[in-house]
Nanobody, 119 residues
């Protein structure tokens, strides 16, 4: 069974750092885009950062210059280094992987990890 599992969330003071990781298991095919999203209660998940198989990155304006996304295709993992965290960065962070299956692209989503940034 294919699944994504996030780790690295927690409680941190403003100005601190966290490194999130997303590990895939049970996925046999190549992964195109890997992305990190943030979910806030009552709102739809919003893109935080993404990285293509070719290494092209895309960041939401709120995270530019503070967040760095990376990937390891051999390990099928994606990481998000978050520095200079702000209270508004609080939310559930989850990863999405777009997998190139023989039937076409399929998106897998993790359960998420809570990030809480205190004043």
């Amino acid at each position: 069974q294919a699944q994504l599992v996030e780790s690295g969330g927690g409680l941190v003071q403003a100005g601190g750092s966290l490194r999130l990781s997303c590990a895939a298991s049970g996925i046999r095919f190549s992964i195109d885009t890997m992305g990190w999203y943030r979910q806030i209660p009552g709102k739809q998940g919003e893109l935080v950062a993404s990285i293509t198989r070719g290494g092209t990155t895309n960041y939401a304006d709120s995270g530019k210059a503070r967040f760095t996304i990376s990937r390891d295709d051999g390990e099928k993992t994606a990481s998000l280094q978050m520095n200079s965290l702000k209270p508004e960065d609080t939310g559930v962070y989850y990863c999405n992987f777009d997998v190139n299956t023989p039937a076409g692209s399929r998106r897998y989503r993790g359960q998420g990890t809570q990030v809480t940034v205190s004043e």
